[in-house]
């Protein structure tokens, strides 16, 4: 992929949040990648749960950054949509860390990335300040290596890990929103939050979209999207269902000696088809 293509990529996946809600299924790989693109996904969104899954590693910021990299890199070559790549905390807790993983993903074909404030193996989140300034070292390392439009979506989990009174987590948001977006980020992602009348609170009030993630008994995505989000993802509940698959496929072969829950599945020339560019 060209420089100019990636470029294109990221103008198109920017300006994909200024129309309604952009639904983003996640992918973990390149095979999932595809069908995700053949099913009418916009761009691909990875998610780091399901890479690590496919890598023999835990969900938490386990994989290295060079693993990470050449998962992204498959999952860009195998779609013409854009990618936005989940690079968990950075890969380190430097701001240095931070640009040299930008740098990596923008040149393995990334036209967004996802990048929390959490920091490796605690439940614990940097400071706000700190985190601006990872988020600015990430956009002046995507500027640096020629992509500008880098979309860069900043996570919060201040939701997710309980950080603080349930009262005051609102206004900890919304703080981290203004510093965030101050520092470069074109969205702020919540996950843990599916409550709509807080979502609408927050998207009322933050300086850029919010994304949520949703999932089985959360709000549908017109819900969401009537609150205001702007972007929806479900992390690594499609890699749960097909995982859930084959263990079901698998168990029913070794227990009955039939195919059944292989009934629905897409059948062989479709896939093989997929990776013929």
């Not at 470029?7 to 595809?34: I, M, Q, T």
């Not at 919060?156 to 520092?183: I, K, M």
């Not at 690594?236 to 629905?264: C, D, N, P, S, V």
């Amino acid at each position: 992929m060209t420089l100019e293509s990636l470029r294109d990529k990221a103008k198109a996946f920017r300006a994909a949040h200024e129309g309604s809600v952009l639904v983003l299924p996640n992918a973990w790989d390149a095979g999932s990648a595809a069908v995700i693109e053949r099913a009418g996904a916009p761009a691909i969104a990875t998610t780091s749960g399901g890479v690590s899954w496919a890598l023999g590693q835990g969900d938490g910021q386990r994989l290295s950054r060079a693993e990470m990299v050449a998962a992204v890199r498959r999952i860009a070559a195998a779609v013409t949509v854009p990618v936005s790549a989940d690079i968990e905390g950075g890969y380190g807790a430097a701001p240095a860390d931070v640009a040299a993983t930008v740098s990596a993903v923008v040149e393995a074909g990334a036209a967004g990335v996802n990048l929390e404030d959490s920091i490796a193996g605690t439940l614990n989140l940097f400071a706000p300040s700190d985190q601006a300034e990872r988020l600015r070292a990430a956009r002046e390392a995507a500027a640096a290596a020629g992509l500008p439009e880098l979309v860069i979506n900043a996570r919060t989990d201040v939701y997710l890990f309980g950080v603080g009174a349930p009262e005051g987590r609102l206004d900890d948001v919304l703080a981290r929103a203004a510093a965030y977006a101050e520092a470069g980020a074109d969205c702020l992602f919540v996950p843990g939050l599916v409550d709509l009348e807080v979502l609408r609170g927050l998207t009322a009030a933050a300086p850029i979209p919010v994304a949520a993630m949703a999932g089985p008994g959360a709000p549908s995505v017109s819900e969401l999207a009537d609150v205001g989000v702007r972007r929806v993802t479900v992390g690594t509940a499609i890699a749960q269902a097909a995982y859930t698959l084959a263990e079901r496929a698998a168990a029913e072969m070794l227990t009955k000696g039939t195919y059944a829950e292989l009934g629905q599945s897409l059948d062989f020339g479709t896939l093989n088809a997929l990776f013929g560019r």
